[in-house]
């Protein structure tokens, strides 16, 4: 069914759904004053996800238009590197310390998700095999 779908169709719908998962996360995790947890939330578990999701594309486990969905659609508009960098430059305003220590933190976590989404994905495929 889904392949029978234009893919800008599914962008705009991934992006849809992604963009109104991200408004509310972020409203649950509402910043503190010390770092932007909403955003830092999203883009760790963003990067977890699309890790998982192309590896196990790149081992043909799902077709391309779940990765132009989910990938490009959802995972595009869910996950944020702008508010990343106007956040961060905010937190400078007021604290270089918080500021780097959210730069820093933002990095170290959404390669850590991104190295678990890629394990996952290994773990499952290689129970398939």
Do not use: Q
Not at 56 to 82: D, K
């Amino acid at each position: 069914m889904i392949d029978r779908i234009h893919p800008v169709l599914l962008i705009a719908l991934g992006g849809l759904l992604g963009a109104l998962a991200r408004y509310y996360i972020s409203g649950l995790l509402k910043d503190t004053g010390y770092l932007p947890y909403g955003t830092l939330s999203v883009n760790t578990l963003g990067s977890l996800l699309l890790a998982f999701l192309f590896t196990l594309h790149s081992f043909n486990v799902i077709e391309s238009n779940w990765v132009i969905l989910l990938g490009t659609g959802f995972l595009g508009s869910f996950t944020t590197m702008s508010t990343f960098v106007v956040e961060t430059m905010n937190l400078g305003n007021t604290s270089y310390n918080l500021a780097i220590w959210n730069f820093v933190l933002t990095l170290f976590l959404v390669f850590l998700g991104g190295f678990f989404g890629r394990s996952m994905a290994l773990y499952y495929v290689r129970g398939l095999i």
